[in-house]
Structure formats: C-alpha cells, structure tokens
C-alpha cells in the first residue's frame, strides 16, 4: 500500500503570481490616484481665472465713466494711485489705473505665471454698448502653452 501524504495549500509560483497582480492593481490605483490629484489643482486654478475676469468686470460695471481706461495689455504694469485706497477719494480714471493694479496682483498671486489683459472696444455709433474682453491666462502642469480663460461682456 503505498500511501503519499498529500500537501495542502500554495504553492511558490502562486503565491508570487498573486503578488504581481496584487502590485498592478496598486500602481493603477496610485496613477488613479495622481491623475485626480492634477485635475483638482487645475480645477482650482480655472476656478480662480473665473472669479478673477468677474470680479474685473464688476469693477468696470462700477466705474462706467472711465471705461477706456481699463484696456490693459499682457505686459502692461500699473501703479496704484494711494487716494484711491483710502477714504480721500480720486477720480474716476485714477480707480480704473488703481483697479487694474489690485487685479494683475491678484493674478500674479493666486495663478502661476498668471497674467490679465483687457481689450475695450468702443461702441461704433451712439447708444451702443462698449464691449470688453477679459483674458487670464496661466501656467499648467504638462501642458506647453499657456491656459486661458476669457470672458466677454458690454456695458
């Protein structure tokens, strides 16, 4: 009678193939993990372009006699006039100047290698609306141009 003691369990090529699986499924999980990590931070980044072109043409909306002097150029620098920022007042182009100062500040903060730009257009006839074209525009993460947001409007 010849009586072979059968072994239970697993064996090494087993235990490693379930190893290697085991590992591709927590690389996939990681490179899951750093793709959502780099959409939530350009999601933020989009989300501050937004909030900034609105709070510009709120701004403009608000200092509507001085429409013209809120075209800016990318490379354009502006110096802030100190009586618009305390109670002494200014005049109405002065607060244009000293708006477009605060807001390429608050790009040049929140955005990287961010940038603002204005385009005016003024009406053609009377009675028409002056259009306006807010532009940021940023750095990303892979990508080689620069990302831009616009936003139109006409008062």
Known sequence: MNTH???QGFTMVEVLVALVVLAIGLLGIAALYLNSLQAG?????????VALAADLADRVRMNRSAQN???????DT?????????TGGCTDVELA???????????????PEGEGQV?????VAAGEP???VVTVRWSEVGEVAKVTY???FQT
């Open 69 to 75: 002097a809120y075209a800016a150029a990318f490379t």
């Open 41 to 49: 931070r350009t999601a933020i980044y989009r989300t501050e372009a």
């Open 150 to 152: 616009q936003l139109g």
């Open 5 to 7: 003691a059968r072994h």
């Open 97 to 111: 100047t000293t708006d477009l100062f605060s807001w390429k500040k608050a790009i040049t903060e929140r955005l």
């Open 119 to 123: 385009l005016v257009t003024p009406p």
């Open 78 to 86: 502006e110096v802030p006039v100190p009586a618009c920022e305390t």
């Open 130 to 132: 002056t259009s306006y």
